[in-house]
Nanobody
């Protein structure tokens, strides 16, 4: 069964750091573009935060996280990461990873959910002021 499972969320003070992990099971993540998406507040649509291509050589970030977040992947571990530094209260939300085998670009994947066929359930990040 194809699954994406996120971990690493939690409560952190403003200015702190967290590293999220997205572990794939039931399939090989090497063949998939992967993105991180944030939902805030609850019930709102997920919005793209960072997306990465197959070998990690190309990355896209939404403007609000540029210079603070880093997306990376370790295909040998079948895992994609999101390192979040200098966190702000507005970064609070549920973070989910998503995967696609075919996209127009990693920007369209992040901005328009282009080609996504798998979603994780998400992990909650809370940043206190």
């Amino acid at each position: 069964q194809k699954q994406l499972v996120e971990s690493g969320g939690g409560l952190v003070q403003s200015g702190g750091s967290l590293r999220l992990s997205c572990a794939a099971s039931g399939f090989t993540i090497d063949d998939y573009f992967v993105g991180w998406f944030r939902q805030t507040p609850p019930g709102e649509p997920y919005k793209g935060v960072a997306c990465i291509n197959l070998n990690g050589g190309h990355r896209y970030y939404v403007d609000s996280v540029k210079g603070r977040f880093t997306v990376s992947r370790d295909n040998a571990k079948n895992t994609v990461y999101l390192q979040m530094d200098n966190l702000k209260p507005e970064d609070t939300g549920v973070y989910a990873c998503a995967a696609s085998r075919s996209i127009a670009s990693i920007q369209t994947m992040c901005d328009y959910h282009n080609g996504i066929d798998s979603w994780g359930k998400g992990t909650l990040v809370t940043v206190s002021s």
